[in-house]
């Protein structure tokens, strides 16, 4: 399979363009080089990497996205080409869908195919313990039906605007979301000693491999919904804030578990070892491993539509449907599931 993300996780090295190929320099001696053709984005993980103009200026015109993600996992930086921008019909409709009804559906849409990927994954793991440990299956069980008691307390949310319900829908979310951590959690075992989920700060193993995962993860919903003409910044669960790029927070959601969450805790099935430095960072071999991992899932298929797609076609294609819902030329927006 041709590669498609360079990711460039090498202090001090030098990104430049030679014909029609990418180079990665270290002291003079090229270490890395991919051609153009099968680059879809350039990922740069590490501080102290240079990158040539004529990089950004072939990138920005062929539509190939240069993403800067700190070791914690935050998309500190994008460059992308300043002609990937929506239309004016698209984005004004999507401002208005705030105010009406479309709003609310998007926003339990969004809510609830976070909430059944958490229970298909579950479910996924769960086939593994049927006989292996019976009382841990029971656990996952339970907290499948759980999560399906939430889904359906969603469906029935009703509201003239997003606005008049988003606490609540955040508040079932949040119960969801702990249920699913706590069983994850049962699921790893004393042996790993996990204590829980944690975003910001996190400087355990665990925390710090999902929220890396999540912050590649984040870069390819960003150019999705950009590339549908959407405004990344004009979210619907997640309230308007400066700088904060809400409408990609609410797709993400979608995606969190099938592709990261799922990639993780394979790797750590597997009894491959998540390290972090004395600074609670991801260690360069732990950090490769997480993005190959991420990367790869993103070219897997699932079904969805009636056919098996990659998801990082699935992706993009979700993207298109919010736009299309909030324009009128779709009927409704369902999220995406995974199977399990």
Known sequence: MDKKQLIVDTYGVFVSKHSERVRVKSEGKIIEEIPLIHLESILITSRGVSISSDVVEICADRGIDIVFLSGTGEVYGRLGSPMLIGTVKTRREQLMALTDKRGLVLGKAFASGKINNQRNLLKYFSRYRKTTNKDLYEVMENTCKKLESHDKELA???ADTIDQVRENLLNIEGRAASLYWQTIKEMLGDEIGWKGRETRGAQDP??????????ILYGQIEKSVIL???DPYAGFVHTDK???PSLVL???EEFRQQIVDKAVFAILGKGTEIAVNSEGMLEDKSRKAIAQKVLERLDNDERFEGMKQKIRTIMMKQAQSVASFVRGDRQTYKPFIGSW
Request: charged share 15%; no cysteine; net charge negative.
């Open 206 to 215: 665990i925390n710090s491999a999902l929220n890396y995962g999540y912050g």
């Open 250 to 252: 609410d797709l993400i």
């Open 228 to 230: 549908a003409g959407l």
């Open 242 to 244: 400066a700088g904060k």
């Open 156 to 158: 029935i949310l009703d």
